[in-house]
């Protein structure tokens, strides 16, 4: 039976805190992380009926992709849905983690699985986020490179797009002198050294830098490591909002449309009038998505794919992009299986349950 902790760990694996947006709630929001985990259940929302069926189904672990709570609250008195729901979480030790925009903004993550489900191919992130990668540099005698840049590697350094293992070395010459209590690698205390080094650079997520750092001192043969550690604004590739991507061919907007309620089993498709041109090239977001429309415009776009758009945004398609708003749920309905499919892999002999509770809270009459 794993800890509640060791579940969390795997899952900030697939989608790490730092990526989520800065007016977000995600992570464990209530419960104990150091609990025995009896079991998960995965779910879109978090509603009281998810955690009764939670407590029916023996896990004491829900973990969702909207946050239950997302804004401050001042009490906890039962008087709406979000009170309700944590009290009855709370009274019964059932812990909830909330994956959210971080699980948005990974390309493995939400969109993805909406673009998949499209079969576009091509895929590549929308709006690539900034801010979030870091350059490490350090100094290693030409002895320990080639064991240092393993070692960083294997720490997560090195990823650029779909390239592994990158990085550059440049040959030079280093000094220093040993001082008295110093235990040096080589040298003599008192006495200025001179050596061939090898100046490693690597690029590396920023919320991998203490483990990153960690595997460098650990690695390294000097008593005393030099390295610098440079903040970025370069564009990660594949983390961000949305994904754009292609049809296998050109299709028209009937049969696109055609295609989007078979796939996620739509009743109704908002959308902009028809452009009456081939769709190939296709823009996805799931849940509230029209602060990408400018986005999908300049990546010029046939359609794009989202949910949550109001009246006016609408007129932001300026004729050339047609808009598809699907739905809140529609579009992220997947999501909860992404999740109980992940951990299931991680832990393939413990209870992970996708919820059997639609908790799609809009209805459509017809």
């Given amino acids: 039976m794993p800890l509640i902790k060791q579940i969390i760990k ?33 779910t879109l929302d978090c509603t009281e009926a998810v955690v009764l069926e939670a407590i029916s189904r023996n896990c004491n672990l829900i973990v969702t992709h909207h946050p239950i709570i997302f804004s401050g609250l001042k009490k906890i008195t039962g008087a709406g849905y979000v009170e309700k729901t944590l009290i ?10 909330a994956i959210h925009t971080n699980l948005d903004n990974v390309q493995t993550g939400v969109n993805h699985i909406i673009a998949n489900k499209l079969g576009l191919i091509g895929q590549s992130v929308l709006v690539p986020k900034t801010g979030i990668l870091g350059k490490l540099y350090t100094y290693v005698p030409v002895s320990h490179a080639d064991a240092v840049k393993e070692a960083l590697f ?28 110093a235990n040096p690698f080589r040298g003599t205390v008192g006495i200025r050294e001179t050596g061939s080094e090898i100046k490693i650079e690597v690029l ?42 292609r049809l296998p061919g050109s299709i028209t907007e009937t049969a696109f449309f055609a295609l989007l309620k078979e796939r996620f089993g739509l009743r109704v498709i908002r959308h902009t009038p028809f452009l ?3 769709v190939r090239s296709v823009a996805v977001c799931g849940g509230s998505g029209s602060f990408l429309t400018k986005a999908a415009l300049a990546a010029a776009a046939d359609i794009y794919v989202t949910a949550d758009v109001k009246y006016h945004e609408f007129f932001d398609a300026e004729n050339k992009l047609l808009i598809a708003d699907i739905g809140h749920w529609e579009s992220e309905q997947f999501t909860g299986k992404l999740l109980a499919d992940y951990l299931q ?19 459509y009459f017809s």
């Fill in 154 to 181: 294997a720490a997560g350094a090195g990823n650029i797009g779909n390239y592994a293992e990158c990085s550059f070395s440049g040959n030079g010459t280093g000094t220093f002198k040993p001082v008295d209590g």
């Fill in 204 to 245: 590396f997520p920023l919320h991998l830098q203490n483990t990153l750092l960690q595997t460098l001192f650990k690695t390294h043969p000097y008593e005393t490591v030099a390295y610098e550690v440079v903040k970025l604004e370069n564009r990660n590739q594949q983390v961000g909002a949305g994904i754009i991507g």
């Fill in 276 to 278: 009456n041109k081939p």
């Fill in 10 to 42: 795997e899952l900030e694996q697939l989608a790490p805190p730092s990526y989520q947006e800065s007016y977000d709630n995600a992570g464990l929001l209530t419960g104990d992380a150091s609990w025995d985990c009896t079991g998960v259940i995965c």
């Fill in 88 to 97: 009855t979480a709370i009274k019964n030790d059932i812990a909830i983690y």
């Fill in 345 to 363: 892999e991680k832990f393939p002999t413990f209870a992970v349950l996708l919820t059997e509770v639609n908790t799609n809270p809009v209805q």
